[in-house]
């Protein structure tokens, strides 16, 4: 069975440009997490999407944002973006919702973004 | 609402030797605990969960957890350490009942020859 895959694995854009990262879970997977890593905050949660619908939310300003299709896949765009947003972006997948019930997680590569 | 705290932002063994890393947690709820591994430029990979079973839970690569509720810990323990475990470890919590994973600021593991 195929992981989590992210793509483009390496982006670099420009204060104030607009980027979308994309994730295709697990086939069968209905939950999507977005995931901000970087040296200074650590892993901090973006939001998760549950059969299309948004079911948890991180503190992260407006110009995140996100969206899941029919088929579960998933993107995320960042709008504005500033400095501050490069970072590595993950995306994880699990059957139900994350947590519930103890399902796990399971992780892609991540998209390292770099903003100049 | 949940909290980690990885009481280790570093921890360094020799090959052979037992490994300890150490995770405390708080949580409104009944909580799930996971640990996960990041080795350099890769993706996380849970080791082991916890649910509502067994305290003591056996994951991948010969590592285990002891879910302390009295204590409020899940730490991380491996008999004998292995050159290939030095990665990044991260302890997780969330409410069993769902809800958004609160990642600990993580545990850098070296081994040494």
């Known amino acids: 069975k195929a992981g989590v895959t992210q793509t483009p694995r390496y982006l670099i854009k420009t204060r104030g440009q607009q980027v979308t990262l994309s994730c295709s879970p697990i086939s069968g997977h209905r939950s999507v997490s977005w995931y901000q890593q970087t040296p200074g905050q650590g892993l901090q949660f973006l939001f998760e999407?549950?059969?299309?619908?948004?079911?948890n939310k991180g503190n992260f300003p407006g110009r995140f944002s996100g969206r899941q299709f029919s088929n579960s896949r998933s993107e995320m765009n960042v709008s504005t973006l500033e400095l501050g947003d490069s970072a590595l972006y993950l995306c994880a997948s699990s059957l139900g919702l994350a947590g519930m019930a103890g399902y796990e997680q399971y992780f892609g590569p991540g998209t390292r973004l770099t903003v100049t | 609402a949940q909290s980690v705290t990885q009481l280790d932002s570093h921890v360094s063994v020799s090959e052979g030797t037992p490994v300890l890393l150490r995770c405390n947690y708080s949580?409104?709820?009944?909580?799930?605990l996971f640990w996960y591994v990041q080795h350099p430029n890769k993706g996380l990979q849970l080791l082991l969960k916890y649910t509502s079973a067994a305290t003591l839970v056996k994951g991948i690569n010969g590592f285990e957890a002891e879910f302390k509720k009295s204590e409020t810990s899940f730490h991380l323990t491996k008999p004998s350490a292995h050159m290939s475990d030095a990665a990044e470890y991260f302890c997780v919590v969330t409410a069993r009942r769902g809800g958004k994973l609160i990642f600990g600021q993580g545990t850098e593991l070296s081994v040494k020859p």
């Open positions: 949580s409104s709820y009944s909580p799930s």
């Open positions: 999407y549950f059969s299309e619908t948004q079911r």
